[in-house]
């Protein structure tokens, strides 16, 4: 599973002098440059940026995250997690990490790892980033399959694309709240799908298709 293009990213330079940047890092007593892009917090700084309507939402990824990490495909070791960010990152998500369930301690941790780089636990490698492009990140994991989610694709349904779903394929999912995939990411995709007339929020999709791909794999 891959959240491509998420709304996760570090306050970039342009913005961290603005006055709502420097009032919330005040705050949180931290370093503008080191501090999460939150529309929330970030509005006004955020009004014109290039991509506006895709940035800023670490609270969907949050979410996301959660729908990923507290289920038996992926306790079973039978789903890998990775989250592209929309200025080239990749998280890479270890076995069996619990993921903080309160957001404010979740973003606490995702500031620690892009200054850390990586958390460890007991020798464990729990969540790691590198800079890294979505394309190299597809190449790396090996992917045959590659199958995205976007109300531009052709209607299927859930248990359908979950019967085409294997071991060797890569599920991609926007990590944004609004817009669609670049073309970077298009071009990579071998299957784009559409599983409803309406657009969804990501975490809906995700949760309906993994249950759908759990009963065939783990029930």
Known sequence: ???AESALELVPKELQNHNSVLAYSKKMGKKPSNV???VSWHFAAMKGIKNEIKRGRPDLV?????ECCTIPLYFEKKLHV?????????IFVGDNVRLPKSYHRFIGLIEKLYSEKKIEQDGKKLLEIKNMTFDDLVDKIGAKKVIGFSTRGQTSSY???????????CIVVGGFSKGHFSDKILKKIDNLVSVDKNPLEAHVVISR??????????M
């Not at 990775?82 to 990749?90: E, L, Q, R, S």
């Open 1 to 3: 599973m891959i959240l």
């Open 36 to 38: 999460i892009l939150d």
């Open 62 to 66: 949050h979410f996301c995250l959660l």
């Open 82 to 90: 990775y989250v592209h960010t929309i200025d080239d990152k990749v």
């Open 159 to 169: 248990d359908k694309i979950a019967e085409y779903v294997g071991r060797d394929s």
């Open 209 to 218: 298709l993994l249950y759908e791909c759990e009963k065939r794999i783990i």
